[in-house]
Structure formats: structure tokens, C-alpha cells
């Protein structure tokens, strides 16, 4: 409830188009399914599970300079040219 309150969003979002095969699964179950990275192409990538979890590793850094440097990796690694919308902060 708090999370829904913080992100001003229902907690049905949390819960909206949950297939019935992961719906009917425990917990447990669900937390050892593996990270597809080719499941779901045509899902916004902001609304998958490997993007939550990528910027919660990455806001686990603890170092500036090393996030800067993740960014920079990523970004490089990355195909083509993506836009300049948001810089790291240098917190």
C-alpha cells in the first residue's frame, strides 16, 4: 500500500495483466523464476522486472564515480544512439 501511495499508482498496478501461470504460484515459486531477457518483447521495457532490477543494483552503488562509470559502460554497450535525457546524478 505505501509503495502504490509513493508511486501515486492503485495497488491493481502492481497486480494489472499478471498472466494466471505466475498469478497461481507461491512467492517462493515466483522468486525462482529466472529473468527472461527475451521474454515479453513487446512489453514497454520500463514496466520489466530486469529494468526494476537494474536500477536498484545500480542505485546500490555506493560510489559516484562508479555509477558514472556503469552509465558510461551501458550506455556504450548499448545499440545505436539514445538521447541525452538523463544524466547520473554525481550525488
Known amino acids: 500500500y505505501d509503495l502504490s501511495c509513493t508511486l501515486g499508482v492503485p495497488i491493481s498496478y502492481f497486480f494489472d495483466e499478471m498472466p494466471e501461470e505466475i498469478a497461481q504460484k507461491t512467492i517462493a515459486e515466483r522468486r525462482q523464476m529466472p ?3 527475451d521474454q ?3 512489453v514497454d521495457p520500463m514496466n520489466r ?3 526494476l532490477e537494474l536500477v536498484r ?3 546500490r552503488l555506493p560510489d559516484a564515480a562508479l555509477r558514472k562509470k556503469f552509465y558510461d559502460l551501458l550506455k556504450a554497450m548499448a545499440p545505436g ?3 541525452e535525457v538523463l544524466e ?3 550525488d
Do not use: L
Open 35 to 37: 529473468v527472461d531477457m
Open 40 to 42: 515479453d518483447t513487446d
Open 49 to 51: 522486472r530486469e529494468t
Open 57 to 59: 543494483a545500480y542505485c
Open 81 to 83: 544512439e539514445t538521447a
Open 88 to 90: 547520473p546524478n554525481e
